[in-house]
């Protein structure tokens, strides 16, 4: 039973690093479908693909940090300039 789940784990752990691949590279043809199936069956190219998936998915997170970062300054910078110029018309 447990080297079965060992198994079932590792398969889903591969699936869930193909499912990531492939919408690291927008989508994928049957022929490139295909040509996915064969490198998985490489242990050395299924660690390699891991690592550029995972090294794409912290890119991904930092863009995401950064924008949401960006956006809380300019909504900040236009509290800030909207305070300025009311003070300046009322005064």
């Given at each position: 039973?447990?080297?079965?789940?060992?198994?079932r784990?590792?398969q889903?752990?591969i699936?869930?690093?193909?499912?990531?691949f492939?919408l690291?590279n927008?989508?994928?043809t049957s022929?490139?479908?295909?040509?996915?199936?064969?490198?998985?069956?490489d242990?050395?190219?299924?660690?390699?693909?891991e690592s550029?998936?995972?090294?794409?998915?912290?890119?991904?997170q930092?863009?995401?940090?950064?924008?949401?970062?960006?956006r809380?300054l300019?909504?900040?910078?236009?509290?800030l300039?909207?305070?300025?110029?009311?003070?300046?018309?009322n005064?």
């Open positions: 039973m447990t080297f079965w789940q060992e198994g784990i590792k889903e752990r699936s869930d690093i193909k499912y990531h492939i690291m927008g989508g994928v022929a490139g479908l295909d040509s996915i199936e064969s490198w998985f069956r242990p050395d190219k299924v660690k390699f693909i550029e998936v995972r090294a794409y998915e912290e890119r991904v930092e863009t995401a940090r950064a924008l949401d970062q960006k809380r300019e909504e900040k910078n236009n509290e300039n909207s305070q300025t110029s009311n003070k300046n018309s005064g």
